[in-house]
């Protein structure tokens, strides 16, 4: 892979960026966010949906795979005047569409001139005091995918990568928040209660299957990043319960009022 081909996946994401501009009559948004599990109510509280596009309807999205995710994306105008993109669907890094199709949404965020990005997901918790339906703050993460979104020589920093400024904004609304540091594994299976000993012991708390990829593409075209995953199960052995994905959709849709409040709020003050 030359660093010259890497260009292509910033030109089809500045053609998505183009038909989304077109299509919602927003030349310009402010902020992105992916909507994970049990964040998909989050929207409706950001602010008033000026614009609804299927996703599949966009060059280089694909339909989402999993049940629970949302397959538009909106444009949202927030009560303080800002243009919100939000990205109800996300590719997955096991469908195995590669790389550039996990970060395509993020790469035509920036495009569309979105200078922050909430980055949303559902996951497992490895501290016992997280029950089910609890936001937890990402304050960094470890990248097990053995993958970059990067290609050729493009060394990127990524201190601070989970924006300190971002979280403190965060707990002003809820001091309540916990932080966690995120592990994304590629799935699509769980892990074994093995492996999430291993995430614990290399210094991870929360463990999923997406966000870490993102956030890096993210940090490379200059955004700053906020996560906030939602615990939807103590993660494999951390509890005696077997995982099932019922189980994470219904915590997502009993917490989904608060998170949403909580997220729309982070909103209005960015
Ligand atoms: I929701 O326990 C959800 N996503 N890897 N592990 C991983 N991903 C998840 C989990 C989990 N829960």
């Known amino acids: 892979m030359t660093v010259s081909n890497f260009q292509e996946a910033f030109d089809a994401a500045a053609e998505a960026a183009n038909y989304i501009a077109e299509q919602t009559g927003v030349p310009q948004h402010d902020v992105a966010l992916v909507l994970g599990s049990g964040w998909g109510a989050a929207a409706d509280l950001i602010g008033e949906t000026t614009a609804t596009l299927q996703a599949t309807d966009v060059p280089g999205f694909s339909a989402p795979a999993v049940a629970g995710h949302v397959g538009t994306i909106r444009s949202v105008l927030t009560k303080e005047g800002k243009r919100a993109l939000v990205l109800g669907a996300r590719t997955h890094y096991y469908e195995g569409k590669g790389v550039r199709a996990v970060v395509h949404g993020v790469r035509t965020a920036a495009a569309t001139g979105a200078k922050t990005l909430v980055l949303t997901n559902g996951c ?66 769980y892990e074994t209660p093995a492996e999430v000993q291993y995430a614990k012991h290399i210094g991870a708390s929360l463990v999923g299957m997406s966000t870490a990829l993102e956030a890096i593409a993210a940090r490379h075209v200059g955004m700053e990043v906020f996560g906030i995953s939602l615990v939807t199960n103590l993660a494999a052995g951390i509890s005696d319960t077997p995982l099932s994905h019922q189980e994470v959709i219904e915590a997502g849709e009993a917490a989904g009022p608060r998170i949403s409040a909580l997220l729309a709020e982070i909103i209005g003050r960015l």
């Open 124 to 189: 497992g918790g490895l501290n016992p005091a997280w029950t089910p339906g609890t936001p937890v703050l990402i304050s960094d993460h470890i990248n097990l995918t053995a993958a970059s979104p990067l290609e050729g020589a493009t060394f990127v920093d990524l201190t601070d990568l989970y924006s300190s400024r971002l979280r403190d904004l965060a707990r002003e609304v809820d001091p309540s928040l916990d932080e966690g540091i995120y592990a994304q594994f590629t799935g699509p299976h």
